[in-house]
């Protein structure tokens, strides 16, 4: 039997991991990639706590996180595809229209 | 009948809401007049209406009330859209909506292919409405939205030719001087209400409860304060010594304008209110003499600068106001219903007059252009034997001039001659009595001088208009003069409702009808009166008739000189100049008194006005609201640099964020 | 033993995290992302949560990587052409270790809470773990999951606007 902190340290070693990744890259796939392992640690969390505490309600809550990831990287990955027609490029750097 | 009283405002608030809205539109002058006098006419019907039932009714049961909705409700305060039938009013109701339509009707021939005649249309009627309410209104604050809204219209109309500069100042005048009066009125409105709701938790401004009410009311002190208050908002309105000096500009507007709103109902309605609430009034014997005394004082005045005056329609202003001056002597004496028969009278024959006058100088104004002369149309040394040009017009107005001067049979005679009788005998003023009744008889001598001296320059001796365009001059149409001769019908026979005890008798005892149908409305004041007024002297009808012959003695006394001089020889007032060019001049530039006003008055708000503009707006407000401005963009012209407009960087200041708060919970 | 197993998968897991954000090419990131959630499936497996290892690999394995892994080839993305600044990698690096920290100091300090529900791998064993899911799903949950349809109706929507030609 593994004990829940181990997992618990795994899940803080990928979501930091995960948040690095979306401050320091600059591919908006690789960051978007970055926020799905995020979204994947907290999951792994969940799952664990779930099984320790002998209740079905974190995996329930991980259904709908993937859900809400699948509706995320369809339209995330639609919108890429629309900036990159215009830019030609998916470099956040570009991506300065918050600035007028 | 009675449950439709709404209907008489409802009418010409129609007329506004088509007119305003879809004039500019509708272009055809037909249909804007047409429908704007229908208006009118529909409420004068619904007037005679009301006036039938009110007649079938017993004289105590004459009043009526119709309330629509609650208005404004507010703890102890309430006040009600609600209208209030009495005697009263609907003599009102019968002047406004009856005298009214003719001067709709009359403005459709007088304001044909003028510029915004749907304008002109729609604010006529909205002053109806406005006029409508302050008769009608059940309290007293709906009565001022009525009292401000015809403030407004006649801004409104003073000003309808508004491209002209003098046109605009008098406009701007008139509201400001009307300002002054309103503010009284609110003062007095606030007093009233107040005291009685402190002093005997009576809170109510509607006018019937107040009848009921004015048991409780002190003679004299408070209610002198809130009376004063009241009459200063009068004199604004009406036009009386202090604040008059705005009605003669206001002769700028059109002319049927100064019939409607500046002779026979807007100015009146300070002596309405005062009738009105003349229970409150009665109350305060300093009021009641300060009242008498302006009005005798302004009678007075104004004749005294009517007689000077050249501008047909200024010399009606002064003596609109020397009349009104009467009606407020009357009031100041007691004799409301004296006041409200001559208020009556002097609406039709100085509509009437206002009307003949626009008659001649719409004929003189198309003479005149037609010769492309550039001559005054309004001044009467342009005129002169129009007698023969414009015949209808001339009888009319002799026939509305003899009234006003108070030659038996016709309508001014009975009336005034009861406000001079009344202001002699009543018995409140004690030994004042004898000079307001002198004053006002001067007056009256005066008046009869200044307005046969109108006709005459106007309509006799020879033709002083220049005599390229003689031939040009024609008399108006049928649309001008159907009103004039319906009111000078009424001028002529007007009077006949309130012939006085002494000739009624004289005649097979003909009642005082008048004063029979107004006596429920006063009788408050009858009873207040005889709880201080001494018993006074009583004069036999010797005395009366004596007075009487005296007073039509006067009139004829003015008509003979304004004959003398202007028609027998018309030297002498050259040569009377020529002798006294000071007295000449001041009377010529009304006694100077728009000098002492701007000096005393205008000049100083003038310069606080400056000041408080250049000194404390410019440098105290505006420094404020800049200096708050410069120190936001001082501030945000550091911060902006924050707002990268990149993603990551905003990325990296939240996971910041959390980061400190996460440190935030472990270290605290 | 088992716990030998654990080490070895979570090494992969990091090691392969960390391949995420550091190869250059996305194609490499998104392979070794997958890594990653095979071995988050594995560890479900061993939390004993079967059905959720196998949607972590039908959907995000499967679908969502490869839709990611599709974009990346469609839009032909060429390696990142030169690194950020040196400052924002150390600022962004230096952030997630501290936050990394942090969250240690909260799993050692911190105590657990609360008690126990009545779920054990012998009911899992005996119910089979997905029917226990989707008892859960239709009964308990069943609004939320109502919801989550319209939610990925309104994405299908989305993504087919936002992808248009012209827009």
């Known amino acids: 039997m593994i004990p829940l902190h181990y997992y618990l340290v795994v899940s803080a070693l990928l979501f930091s991991i995960g948040t690095v990744g979306v401050l320091t890259r600059r591919n908006a796939i690789v960051i978007f990639m970055c926020v799905e392992l995020m979204l994947n640690a907290v999951n792994l969390t969940f799952v664990a706590f779930s099984n320790f505490l002998g209740s079905l309600d974190g995996q329930i809550f991980v259904f709908f996180v993937m859900t809400v990831a699948a509706a995320e990287a369809a339209v995330g990955l639609a919108l890429m595809i629309a900036f990159f027609k215009n830019r030609e490029s998916i470099d956040v750097e570009e991506m300065n229209l918050l600035k007028l | 009948m009675l449950e439709y009283v709404w209907l008489i405002p409802f009418f010409p608030l129609v007329g506004v809401i088509i007119n305003g809205l879809f004039g500019k539109k509708i272009r055809n002058e037909a249909f804007i007049g047409g429908l704007a006098t229908a208006m009118v006419a529909s409420s004068f019907v619904v007037s005679c209406g009301i006036l039938i039932q009110l007649i079938g009714m017993e004289p105590e049961q004459r009043v009526f009330q119709k309330v629509l909705f609650t208005w404004i409700q507010a703890g102890t305060f309430k006040a009600d859209i609600g209208f209030l039938v009495d005697p009263l009013s609907a003599i009102m109701i019968m002047v406004v909506t009856g005298v009214g339509s003719l001067i709709h009707l009359y403005s459709i021939g007088y304001m044909h292919g003028e510029e915004g005649f749907y304008r002109y249309f729609t604010y006529l009627n909205l002053f109806t409405f406005s006029m409508l309410l302050l008769v009608l209104g059940g309290n007293m604050l709906l009565m001022f939205v009525g009292w401000e809204g015809v403030g407004l219209c006649s801004y409104l109309l003073i000003g309808y030719y508004f491209h002209k500069k003098s046109a605009g100042d008098a406009g701007k005048k008139a509201f400001v001087m009307n300002r002054v009066g309103d503010f009284g009125f609110l003062i007095g409105l606030f007093t009233i209400f107040w005291w009685l709701g402190t002093n005997h938790n009576v809170w109510t401004i509607n006018f019937v409860e107040l009848k009921q009410a004015s048991e409780l009311l002190p003679f004299g002190g408070v209610v002198t304060f809130a009376t004063l208050c009241f009459f200063l908002g009068a004199t604004g309105k009406s036009a009386q010594i202090p604040l008059y000096t705005w009605l003669p500009d206001a002769m700028e507007g059109p002319t049927p304008v100064s019939a409607l709103i500046h002779a026979a109902t807007m100015v009146t309605a300070g002596v309405y209110m005062i009738g009105r609430m003349n229970f409150v009034f009665i109350k305060s014997p300093t009021t009641m003499l300060v009242i008498a005394c302006t009005g005798a004082a302004t009678a007075l005045f104004a004749a005294t600068i009517g007689m000077a005056q050249n501008d047909i329609k200024r010399v009606l202003a002064y003596s609109t106001v020397s009349q009104l001056g009467y009606m407020f002597l009357a009031m100041g004496v007691g004799a409301f219903t004296a006041g409200v028969f001559h208020l009556m009278t002097h609406a039709f024959f100085k509509a009437c007059l206002f009307l003949g006058s626009g008659s001649v100088i719409h004929a003189m104004h198309h003479a005149l252009h037609h010769g492309h002369l550039h001559d005054d149309p309004q001044d009467m040394r342009n005129m002169g034997g129009l007698r023969k040009k414009m015949p209808i017009t001339f009888v009319t107005f002799l026939v509305s001039t003899i009234a006003i001067s108070g030659i038996p049979p016709f309508s001014g005679f009975f009336s005034k001659d009861e406000i001079l009788w009344q202001a002699f005998s009543n018995p409140y003023h004690g030994t004042a009595n004898v000079v307001l009744w002198a004053i006002g008889t001067i007056a009256a001598c005066l008046t009869a001088f200044y307005m046969f001296r109108l006709v005459f320059m106007t309509f006799c001796g020879e033709c002083r208009i220049n005599p390229k365009v003689k031939d040009h001059l024609h008399e108006s149409p049928l649309v001008i003069t159907i009103p004039l001769m319906v009111l000078g019908l009424l001028a002529t026979f007007g009077g006949f409702i309130g012939i006085p005890k002494l000739l009624g008798d004289l005649f097979g005892g003909i009642p005082n009808r008048f004063e029979l149908w107004l006596e429920p409305v006063f009788e408050k004041s009858t009873e207040y009166a005889g709880q201080y007024a001494h018993a006074g002297t009583h004069y036999g009808h010797s005395v009366e008739g004596g007075l009487m012959l005296l007073s039509v003695g006067v009139a004829a006394l003015g008509i003979g000189i304004a004959y003398t001089l202007y028609i027998a020889s018309p030297s002498i007032p050259q040569r009377f100049t020529a002798r006294f060019p000071g007295l000449h001049q001041a009377v010529y530039n009304k006694w100077y008194v728009d000098e002492l006003y701007d000096f005393l008055f205008v000049n100083p708000c003038k310069a606080l006005g400056r000041f408080l503009w250049k000194g404390f707006d410019v440098l105290v407000v505006d420094g404020i609201v800049n200096g708050v401005a410069a120190v936001v963009r001082g501030f945000s012209g550091v911060l902006r640099y924050t707002q990268s407009g990149f993603v990551h960087n905003y990325a990296m200041t939240m996971a910041l964020g959390v980061v400190v708060i996460l440190a935030f919970y472990i270290f605290r | ?167």
């Open chain 3, 1 to 167: 033993m088992e716990t030998l197993f654990f080490f070895v998968v979570a090494a992969v897991a990091v090691i392969s995290g960390l391949l995420v954000i550091t190869c250059k090419n996305p194609i490499n990131s998104a392979l070794s992302l997958i890594m990653t959630f095979f071995c988050i499936a594995t560890f479900y497996v061993m939390l004993n949560a079967p059905f959720m290892a196998a949607i972590q690999v039908i959907v995000y394995a499967g679908a969502i990587m490869v839709l990611i892994v599709f974009v990346i080839m469609l839009l032909n993305i060429r390696s990142e052409a030169g690194r950020r600044g040196a400052h924002t990698t150390l600022f962004g690096s230096a952030l997630g270790i501290f936050g990394l920290i942090e969250l240690l100091y909260f799993l050692a300090k911190g105590g657990l809470t609360g008690s126990r529900g009545g779920l054990d791998a012998k009911i899992i064993e005996q119910f089979g773990h997905t029917e226990l899911i989707g008892r859960a799903l239709f009964t308990q949950f069943l609004l939320p999951f109502e919801i989550t349809s319209i939610l990925l109706l309104v994405a299908i929507i989305g993504a087919v606007i936002l992808a248009k030609k012209n827009i």
